[in-house]
């Protein structure tokens, strides 16, 4: 993993150790493993479907929640930072490691009782997810469970997702 993820010290900020996967994306079989592994937290044990949408975060969780949505046949909705939907949205505040940030969904975006897979490339304080399954809820929509390529384990992230089922490809 360690070709396929490059860490960038102090990006986007002095004293954050972000984690490049574009090398991971550029690589066809790479990419294709780990797709089919996201998705599989939206699927029973007989490989049927489960959830009725899968849900990306701002902007890796476009990257890999849209090719999972296509895996699992079903729709995709963005979950985007503050002002970038056009139309009327529900939108939650929240901490980051190294700031805040608000991110919005469309009110129309799930329909009431919907089941939803979250998507994500990083968990890290879990503050993204607690802010995206708050935005699920104002829709009306279920969160049935959290997908990600890493969790940095030496932090919190796994208390914000709660009880939901979570589907980590790797802890750094």
């Known amino acids: 993993m360690e070709r396929l993820v490059i860490e960038v010290p102090d990006f986007p900020e002095p004293g954050i ?66 002002g970038k939907l056009p139309r009327e949205c529900h939108a939650v505040s929240y901490d980051l490691e190294y700031g805040q940030a608000t991110l919005e969904i469309h009110t129309d975006a799930i329909d009431p009782g919907e089941r939803v897979l979250l998507v994500d490339a990083v968990l890290a304080t879990g503050g993204t997810v607690a802010a995206t399954r708050q935005l699920v809820d104002l829709c009306g929509g279920v969160t049935q469970a959290v997908s990600v390529l890493m969790e940095l384990g030496a932090l919190p992230g796994r208390e914000a997702v709660g009880g939901l089922p979570l589907t980590v490809l790797a802890t750094v």
């Open 17 to 82: 150790l972000f984690r490049d996967i574009s090398p991971m994306l550029a690589d066809h079989t790479a990419f294709t493993t780990v797709i089919e592994a996201l998705a599989s937290a939206g699927r029973d044990a007989s490989g049927a479907t489960v959830v009725d949408k899968v849900v990306g975060m701002e902007s890796r969780g476009f990257i890999l929640g849209a090719p999972v949505a296509l895996a699992l046949g079903i729709g995709f909705v963005p979950v985007r930072k503050a």
